[in-house]
């Protein structure tokens, strides 16, 4: 029922709630040893919901439905497989790249069963991309599927032994598993590894302004805030239909598209293939979705078709809608009240901070333009570039007392690089610039570095100039993120070239196609622009600064450190 929200003081809350309540929920909380997968699975799995639906899945070819206990005998499955067929033990790093598919789900689940550290990937990742994130992890396994597999050069990765693949007719080798094939024999039973509360489970790559991506390293506490707020912020209860549009390649697709709401067991509904106002709307309908966690972007698609497609279907099963990975604009909350009658929350967070953190809340009013309040357990606020905590509706840095349970332990192989994330030993600082009013909500202003986020998802303007300078063509090239209607910014790259190159829109649209081969299509530009130069410092940073102050015609700013 709408209004009737499981968080209904948030004050008093805010004041009493200890995350140490929350353990209790857990069989773990006595013995201290834990497995997330177990949490998620088998804790339902030998319960009163055992016959309940843990998973819809659905695309174009494919319908299916699993209870708890279908997901802990597949997942137990795929556990026996990859311990069989493998070398794979506690700790080591097993990546997942494949589009959405129930398979998608027994393997992250039954490696997490095993104690290894999953990796998940976008299917979209072309090879240079695979690379970068199987080598700096020095990955032993993956599971894949026969289509991807020329995306993954076996030949540079001396670590990777194992390759499980998920599809028709395969041939098997010493390296190549069927894994399919072995499941339908291997036994369904399973005995976890008992893990430690700070013993890794999950490693998302992401990026930033410098450098190649970065691995953000997540361990089994997490799951006490991925439950609680599936609880206090998603509004989970036992009845609902729970559907996160993301990809497991992103921390939205794990947090929330497998933990949050399995932890809290839910029934959630996956849709698989490329995202079509119809085939969204309809699957509302068809499963009677309650509770639906989505982005600004592919709400603005949404808005974009036009309210035709909106009358075609019967939507009123929906009661909770929520977004995240990119401001909400007011125009897009406008929009949800007219086509559903209700009012989209929107919600913070961030892969390094493992799960939501600010929210609007069902039962806070809700200001618009604001992500809302820190969850319960979670001290937000807004520092200088010294650490020193601002008073009300000053701007700064967004910042998060640190030891919160999601919070990333560590990037994968770089100590350095996590140290820097943190200030002062006390705050974490996001790289996003915000202010918080006099009633503590929080307003998302920008992004403090360079980091573009594109429809809602997040791309180092180093990882794409990195590759353009791998053109022959290219000498130099800056990156920036170009604001758009619909996909919030876009990429646009800045490049000069060698001698003996002309610019033409042939060479722009060959530009474009090799970043598109090399990492991904979202981290390809979508605009180049030709220059005889580019603005750097004396020490030969290219000034990204600059670059958008062009774009935007705006004033460049302090340009001292500019090269002549
Ligand atoms: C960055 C983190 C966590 C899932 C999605 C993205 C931006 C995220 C919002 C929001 C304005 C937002 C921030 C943040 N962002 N949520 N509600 N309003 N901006 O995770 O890829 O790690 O990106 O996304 O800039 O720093 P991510």
Redesign the pocket.
């Known amino acids: 029922m709408q209004g009737d929200y499981q968080l209904q003081d948030y004050e008093k809350a805010v004041q009493n709630f200890k995350w140490s309540d929350t353990e209790k929920e857990f069989s773990w909380h006595e013995t201290g040893l834990m497995n997330i997968a177990h949490e998620a699975i088998d804790r339902h799995a030998d319960s009163y919901r055992k016959n309940k639906v843990a998973l819809f899945y659905k695309d174009g070819t494919r319908k299916e439905a699993y209870t708890y206990n279908d997901m802990k005998r597949m997942s137990n499955k795929a556990a026996n497989v990859l311990t069989n067929h493998s070398t794979l033990e506690r700790g080591d790093r097993i990546f997942i790249f494949m589009p959405r598919s129930p398979e998608l789900y027994f393997s992250l689940l039954g490696a997490l069963k095993m104690g290894a550290i999953v990796g998940p990937l976008f299917e979209a990742f072309m090879e240079g991309a695979v690379y970068d994130r199987l080598s700096d992890s020095e990955a032993k396994a993956i599971v894949t599927t026969p289509e991807l597999l020329d995306r993954i050069p076996v030949d540079k990765l001396p670590h990777l032994q194992t390759i499980f693949l998920v599809g028709e007719s395969i041939e098997e080798d010493d390296k190549h598993i069927d894994l399919n094939k072995h499941m339908k024999k291997a036994s369904a039973a399973f005995q976890v590894e008992w893990l430690e509360r700070e013993s890794p489970t999950v490693l ?1 790559y ?2 930033g302004s410098t450098g190649k991506p970065k691995g ?1 390293l997540h361990v089994q506490e997490a799951m006490i805030q991925q439950f609680q707020t599936a609880k206090w912020v998603l509004d989970l209860k036992d009845e609902d239909v729970f559907w996160c549009t ?1 990809d497991p390649g ?3 697709g794990t ?1 929330y598209g497998v933990f949050g709401p399995m932890l809290a067991g839910a029934t959630s509904l996956i849709v698989g293939g490329r995202f079509s106002t119809d085939n969204w709307y309809e699957a509302i309908q068809e499963y009677g979705v309650t509770v639906w966690y989505s ?2 972007t592919a709400f603005r698609m949404l808005m974009g078709a036009g309210a035709g497609p909106v009358g075609q279907y019967d939507l009123s099963s929906l009661r909770h809608i929520l ?6 604009n007011p125009e897009v909350i406008r929009w949800g009240m007219e086509v559903f009658k209700l009012r989209i929350h ?8 493992g799960a ?1 953190t ?1 929210c609007n809340f069902g039962s806070l009013p809700i200001k618009l333009g604001s ?1 809302g309040k820190p969850v319960p357990g979670i001290e937000a606020t807004i520092v200088d570039n010294q650490g020193n905590v601002l008073p009300p509706n000053r701007m700064g840095n ?1 910042a998060i007392k640190k030891g919160w349970p999601a919070m990333m332990r560590g990037i994968w192989n770089n100590e350095e690089k996590y140290e820097s994330y943190f200030m002062n030993d006390e705050w974490y600082v ?3 610039s915000a202010y918080m009013d006099e009633d503590g909500y929080f307003f ?1 202003q ?2 403090v570095d360079d ?1 573009i ?1 594109t429809s ?3 791309v180092g303007p180093f990882e794409v100039e990195s590759k353009l300078l791998e053109h022959p063509a290219i000498m130099e090239a800056g990156v920036i993120g170009k604001p758009d209607p619909v996909r919030g910014e876009i990429i646009k790259a800045f490049v000069a070239l060698h001698e003996g190159f002309e610019p033409s829109e042939e060479l722009a649209e060959e530009i474009k196609q090799f970043v598109k081969k090399e990492l991904a299509a979202h981290s390809a530009p979508k605009e180049i622009e030709f220059k005889e130069k580019l603005p750097k410092t004396r020490s030969g940073k290219i000034m990204r600064r600059v670059l958008k102050a062009w774009e935007l015609n705006l004033p460049a700013g302090d340009l001292s450190t500019m090269e002549d």
């Open positions: 998302h992401t990026s953000v993301a992103w921390v939205t947090a982005a600004p977004s995240v990975g990119e401001p909400l929107d919600t913070w967070w961030m892969t390094e901070t939501q600010i992500m967004l996001s790289g996003d998302f920008g992004r980091v986020m809602g998802e997040r």
